[in-house]
């Protein structure tokens, strides 16, 4: 059975009801990331669903956090795309979370909503992407390649075990659709700040605070000054913020602290503002304002900016096109919060993020989908994918 011209929201109308039956059975598994057996259940689950729609799987075992489940489908046209999907199973959320709100289909402000634990971020986003390929296959539209989809166990804490997997699958890869959630219907994401992180350290010399005082060098002033100092920065370089998020210092009251800490969280929107802020930072830390007090900075880069490159500007193009074929104008937006596609994408491969369901409050007890808009961002997918092929087709490439 071969489609027409253009995919329709009700081609995918016949895989909806067990699309809710699937989402209901994994939003139903606590798989916060560090409950590994949790996660490599949902893991199991989807291998499961992936094998019986036609797709080789493999773990990419994993001892601290959950195995990482790698799919691949070969498509029908050998000089097609290669595709990487790209969606996480873990969570933000601890033991025990989902016997206390299990998925629950009900109503946010007379719009018909899904509820549940990961449910936005983003167990619905890996089913979605699932499912679309399910319907392109089923229909002979695999005109790719292939596709390799990664359901990755630790993105909620940066990825740490997995990227290295998707930093190697990307390179294998012409474009790179991630299923983060989209938040509305029309929107998609294509830049997100970079990330990094650091911590400075003041060292002093300590003292009884009431006999000597005066042989001591507080590292807690030491240290106030610079937060005050380091604060400033904020405002001064374009797309570029700076939190101290921790500070600490001190043991007792009647000595005078020798040591003190802080950590920052610096968000960059590109490479430049990281230099820049990087510059700021060093220069504001190689002066101290207590004479006998000693400051180091350490710590750096995290996740790289993913920025609207050209590459990643044509790719969205194309989402763009495939959008209204469905009559929906899509935007693209910028996020301050990394995910994948920022590794990805800061290794030159054309890059989406944003793909999956519409909703809200992520990370938040009251995360939710919207019903009325998860069958259609289903048939984005599937026209994403049909105009990347298209695109190929035409000897264009990305």
Do not use: W
């Not at 166990?153 to 990825?159: A, I, L, Q, W």
């Not at 294998?172 to 992180?197: C, F, H, T, W, Y």
Request: glycine share 10%; net charge negative; charged share 20%.
């Amino acid at each position: 059975m071969h489609m027409p011209e253009h995919f329709s929201v009700e081609q995918v109308e016949p895989v909806m009801e067990r699309f809710y039956a699937d989402l209901q059975a994994i939003v139903n598994i606590d798989s916060g990331t560090f409950l590994k057996a949790g996660v490599d259940a949902v893991g199991f689950y989807l291998q499961q669903r992936f094998t019986e729609f036609g797709f080789t799987t493999s773990f990419d075992i994993q001892e601290k956090y959950g195995h990482n489940l790698v799919a691949v489908h070969t498509g029908s046209n050998p000089e097609g795309p290669r595709l990487l999907c790209i969606g996480h199973i873990d969570t933000v959320f601890p033991a025990n979370e989902a016997m206390k709100r299990p998925f629950a289909l009900t109503e946010r402000e007379g719009v018909r909503v899904a509820k549940g634990p990961g449910i936005l971020d983003m167990k619905s986003g890996v089913l979605m992407g699932l499912y679309a390929l399910h319907v392109l296959i089923e229909a002979d539209q695999a005109a790719y390649q292939r596709v390799t989809f990664v359901c990755n166990s630790d993105e909620e804490v940066g990825s740490p075990a997995s990227k290295p997997l998707i930093a190697r699958l990307a390179q294998e890869a012409d474009a790179v659709l991630v299923m983060e959630p989209g938040r509305i219907v029309q929107r998609i994401v294509s830049a997100r700040k970079g990330i990094a992180n650091y911590r400075v350290e003041v060292f002093g010399r300590s003292a009884h605070a009431g006999v000597e005082p005066e042989h001591g060098r507080n590292a807690i002033v030491e240290l106030s000054r610079q937060v005050m100092a380091l604060d400033q920065i904020n405002g001064t370089i374009p797309g570029a913020t700076l939190n101290v998020g921790i500070i600490h210092g001190g043991q007792r009251t009647n000595i005078v602290p020798d040591y003190a800490y802080c950590d920052i969280d610096v968000r960059v929107s590109d490479l430049a503002g990281l230099e820049a802020i990087e510059a700021a930072l060093k220069q504001m830390t190689e002066q101290t304002m207590l004479d006998g007090t000693h400051v180091v900075l350490s710590g750096g880069i995290g996740n790289v900016p993913f920025e609207l490159t050209p590459q990643n500007k044509r790719l969205v193009e194309l989402v763009k096109e495939a959008g209204l074929t469905l009559d929906l104008q899509i935007e693209d937006v910028s996020s301050g919060g990394a995910s994948d596609a920022n590794t990805t994408s800061g290794l030159g491969i054309p890059t989406v993020d944003g793909l999956g369901a519409a909703g809200g409050l992520a990370h938040n007890p009251d995360e939710y989908i919207e019903i009325e808009q998860v069958q259609i961002r289903i048939a984005l997918l599937c026209a994403v994918i049909e105009h990347i092929c298209d695109y190929y087709q035409s000897g264009r490439r990305l």
